[in-house]
């Protein structure tokens, strides 16, 4: 698959591909790419604090897509996820609480039996050389700096990768503090709870530690110095009022931890040289509890992206155009759904983190109200093979991005040329659909169930 470049020489025998970054999505993309046949190498680091993430289950499945069945090793079985939001407490929801470290650990694992080349340090500056490599300076663990050169850079760097282009969208200023508790034997599990400056997320893992986070305004929670961190903290928990944190054990064992948490889309997605992926393309508010499941989106399409760009120049306009768009749509879709969950809490209207995130990022809604309707259809880039090409694809009005085909049926051809007759479309839909499923009842039964749901059908 890489005949496109091999005539390009790499000083010191570089890799195809590298990525910056052992996340979820560098991790992704890098097993994504090796199986299409690139030499990739992977430049990581280790995590400088400990720390627990809430997962969806429907992030199991984007894991087990991507390859990495060491990492879904990892993941502990749901627990209940209880919400106090305006007042109201419910207790329908679960997550999966992850440790981070072994969950890290294990992802270097996947990497490493699927053939990928591992690189400890942390990267220090990227140039573009005159021939048209990458190269990438970066230090070890040792303090020792060293050169790679690439084709072709993924950048999985998270937050920490630097912003850029003027079509970046950003939200409210926010940041996140964490603080590590150990406690006395509890239920597993975790909550959220709202509080006039934001919200906290209390985690309880099997292990017995707790992982307490409060996010807030960056504005105007005026937070101080590093040094007197642990201390605005404890007073945010007394407004707070947690029964469950006063009957902790004293045993910190991290000092509080600030980092951002502004729901960022960048700018400068991809380029003929590089592609951002992750919370470097896209990162959410920590509300959504969705962050591993994002980055998955993203990094499981950016391999026949990469693939396009690098095998078919020719259709680099096209590739471009759909990874900018899923990216955005990703983002716009996750932004709006917790601007919908800001908005039910209703008794702090004065405070500016309420306030500045129950308009953002516009009041476009979630989900339309009306019925889901069919539009039009019309060529649109879509994934297939590997590689990013150009296919008619069936508009809809909750799908603006198109559907290419249902049940392994493209949707184009049953909707070519349909009569206005009601009564006679219905006739040519029931007849081709079942010509295209050849007897089979269950393809037969998703499409019309999708034909009816359009109320095309």
């Known amino acids: 698959m890489t005949e496109g470049i091999q005539n390009k020489q790499i000083p010191n025998g570089g890799p195809d591909i590298l990525v910056l970054g052992g996340g979820p999505a560098g991790s992704t993309v890098a097993i994504g790419l090796q199986r299409l046949g690139y030499q990739v190498s992977l430049l990581h680091s280790p995590r400088l604090w400990s720390t627990c993430e809430g997962i969806s289950s429907r992030t199991l499945e984007g894991l087990r897509s991507a390859g990495l069945h060491r990492a879904l090793d990892t993941v502990p079985p749901p627990t209940p996820r209880h919400v106090n939001w305006n007042g109201d407490t419910g207790s329908a929801n679960t997550e999966h609480l992850v440790q981070r470290e072994k969950f890290d650990a294990a992802l270097l694992e996947d990497l490493s039996a699927a053939g990928v080349t591992l690189q400890a340090g942390l990267s220090r500056s990227i140039s573009r050389s005159p021939e048209g490599h990458t190269s990438v300076e970066f230090e070890t663990t040792q303090g020792t700096k060293h050169v790679l050169h690439c084709h072709f850079l993924v950048d999985a760097r998270g937050r920490a990768a ?48 707790t992982f307490l986070q409060l996010t807030v305004d960056a504005a105007s929670a005026k937070l101080p110095k590093r040094a007197e961190l642990n201390r605005w903290f404890e007073q945010q928990l007394r407004q707070l009022s947690l029964p469950e944190v006063e009957q902790l054990n004293n045993g910190t064992l991290q000092n509080v931890v600030a980092r951002g948490s502004t729901s960022i889309l960048q700018g400068g997605l991809v380029s003929n040289n590089l592609l951002r992926v992750g919370d470097a393309a896209m990162a959410v508010d920590p509300l959504s509890g969705n962050g591993i499941f994002q980055s998955l989106s993203s990094a499981l399409v950016a391999p026949a992206v990469i693939n396009t760009l690098l095998q078919k120049p020719e259709d680099t306009a096209l590739a471009k155009e759909f990874y900018q768009q899923r990216v955005r749509h990703t983002f716009l879709r996750f932004a709006r759904t917790g601007r919908d969950f800001y908005r039910m809490e209703s008794r702090w209207p004065e405070s500016p983190f309420w306030r500045e995130r129950q308009d953002w990022p516009d009041t476009e809604p979630s989900h339309p109200e009306r019925a889901h309707t069919f539009i039009a259809v019309e060529h649109r880039p879509v994934l297939a093979n590997g590689q990013i090409i150009s296919r008619p694809v069936v508009i809809t009005s909750d799908q603006p991005l198109g559907v290419w085909h249902v049940a392994g049926i493209e949707l184009s051809v049953l909707l070519h040329e349909l009569p206005p007759n009601e009564y006679q479309r219905k006739q040519l839909l029931v007849a081709r659909v079942e010509n295209a499923c050849a007897g089979d009842p269950v393809k037969k039964d998703m499409l019309m169930a999708w034909l009816a749901h359009y109320q095309i059908a």
């Not at 200023?173 to 034997?185: C, D, E, F, N």
Request: glycine share 14%.
């Open 162 to 209: 630097s912003g850029t282009g003027p079509e970046q969208l950003r939200g409210p200023g926010t940041v996140s503090l964490l603080r590590i508790m150990r406690q006395a034997p509890v239920e597993r599990g975790s909550q959220v709870h709202s509080f006039r400056n934001g919200w906290a997320w209390l985690a309880n893992t099997a292990d017995g530690l």
